[in-house]
C-alpha cells in the first residue's frame, strides 16, 4: 500500500474576499484525510478580510492564515506560504477558483504515480462567466492542448491550479522576489525547474473553476505591464529566453527580413486596427490568432518602450 502524501495547498489573495471564501467553502468539502492537509493563505494586505468567516468557511479543515501589512506581490506572497509549508507536495490554486470534492486527491494520485514531477491541472470558466471567443480562447491554450500522457514545454507551467513535490521547489529555490508587478514569476520558476529536469504534465481531473475575467482591453493593458517591467528582468536572468517571449528578432541584424517584419508587426499602422476590430467584435466572433498577436505586441512594446528609455 502506498503511503499517503501529505499536502500543503498555497492560496496567495488580494481584495477579494467573496470569491475567496468560496474557493475556501470549495475545499472545505475536500475527501483528502484532514491529517495530511494544510491549507495556507497569503493575505497580501487586503483592505477588507474577515478573518473568522474564513476560518468557518473551511471548517473542518483548519485555515493557516498569513498577513501581509503591504502588498508585496503574488511571487513573495507565495514564498511566505513555502517557507512554513510542510507538506510532501504543494499545490498551488488561485483564491479566485472553486474545486469539487476530489480535487485535492486528484493532484495527489498524479504525485504518487511520479517520483517527481509538475502537474498542471484543468482550469475551466465557472458558469455564471459567458462564453465569448475570449474564453474559448484561454481555455483552448496552453495544457488544453496537450496529451495528458506526454511531458509539455515548460512555459505552460501556471500556478493557478499546478502541483509540485515540495523538495523540488526547495531543490531548485521558491519564485524570484524581484518579480513583483504582474507577470513572468510562473514562467521563471517554470524555466529553473526545467532546468533541473523535473517533467511537466497536464492532469484534467484536477478541475477547478475560475470566477473571474478580465475584460480584453485590462488584459492588453497587464500584458504591456508584463513587457515593461517583468520581461527586463527576466531577460536580464535568463537572456535565452527571449527565443520563448518572441523577442529574439531584436538581436536580428538591423536589414534583415526577420527583424523588419517583426517592427512591422508591431507598427501602429497594424495594433491598433486589429485591438479595435477586436474590441468591437469580441462578442461576436475573433479569430484565435488576433488574440495572440494582440496579447504578444502589447507585452513586445511594453519591452521595447522599457528599452527606449535606456
Not at 35 to 43: C, F, G, L, N, S
Not at 169 to 185: C, I, M, N, S
Amino acid at each position: 500500500m502506498s503511503t499517503l502524501l501529505s499536502i500543503s495547498l498555497v492560496m496567495p489573495t488580494f481584495d477579494e474576499p467573496e470569491r475567496l471564501e468560496a474557493a475556501l467553502k470549495s475545499l472545505s468539502q475536500q475527501d483528502y484525510p484532514r491529517e495530511a492537509t494544510e491549507i495556507i493563505v497569503v493575505d497580501d494586505a487586503s483592505p477588507h478580510l474577515n478573518a473568522e468567516r474564513l476560518d468557518t468557511a473551511l471548517a473542518p479543515f483548519e485555515l493557516h492564515l498569513i498577513r501581509n501589512e503591504q502588498n508585496q506581490g503574488r511571487a513573495r506572497a507565495r514564498n511566505s506560504a513555502l517557507r512554513v509549508a510542510t507538506g510532501d507536495i504543494v499545490i498551488f490554486l488561485d483564491s479566485d477558483m472553486t474545486v469539487g470534492p476530489d480535487f485535492l486527491r486528484a493532484h495527489a494520485e498524479r504525485h504518487q504515480a511520479h517520483p517527481e514531477a509538475i502537474f498542471i491541472g484543468n482550469i475551466r470558466f465557472a458558469s455564471e462567466i459567458p462564453t465569448t471567443h475570449l474564453t474559448r480562447y484561454i481555455e483552448g491554450r496552453g495544457v488544453h492542448a496537450a496529451d495528458e500522457e506526454k511531458p509539455m514545454d515548460f512555459k505552460c507551467f501556471v500556478t493557478g491550479n499546478s502541483s509540485v513535490r515540495r523538495s523540488s521547489l526547495k531543490r531548485v529555490g521558491f519564485f524570484d522576489e524581484d518579480l513583483t508587478a504582474y507577470g513572468g514569476e510562473d514562467l521563471e520558476l517554470g524555466y529553473r525547474l526545467h532546468l533541473a529536469g523535473i517533467p511537466l504534465y497536464y492532469a484534467p481531473e484536477a478541475l477547478s473553476h475560475h470566477h473571474h475575467l478580465r475584460a480584453f482591453e485590462p488584459l492588453c493593458r497587464l500584458m504591456q505591464t508584463y513587457g515593461k517591467q517583468s520581461i527586463p528582468i527576466l531577460l536580464r536572468k535568463h537572456p535565452e529566453l527571449d527565443a520563448v517571449l518572441r523577442l529574439d528578432a531584436i538581436g536580428a541584424a538591423a536589414l534583415s527580413p526577420r527583424r523588419l517584419a517583426f517592427h512591422l508587426a508591431l507598427s501602429p499602422l497594424i495594433h491598433y486596427p486589429i485591438r479595435w476590430l477586436t474590441r468591437w467584435f469580441v462578442e461576436y466572433y475573433v479569430p484565435g490568432l488576433f488574440f495572440s498577436y494582440l496579447f504578444w505586441s502589447s507585452r513586445t512594446r511594453g519591452y521595447l518602450q522599457t528599452l527606449q528609455t535606456r
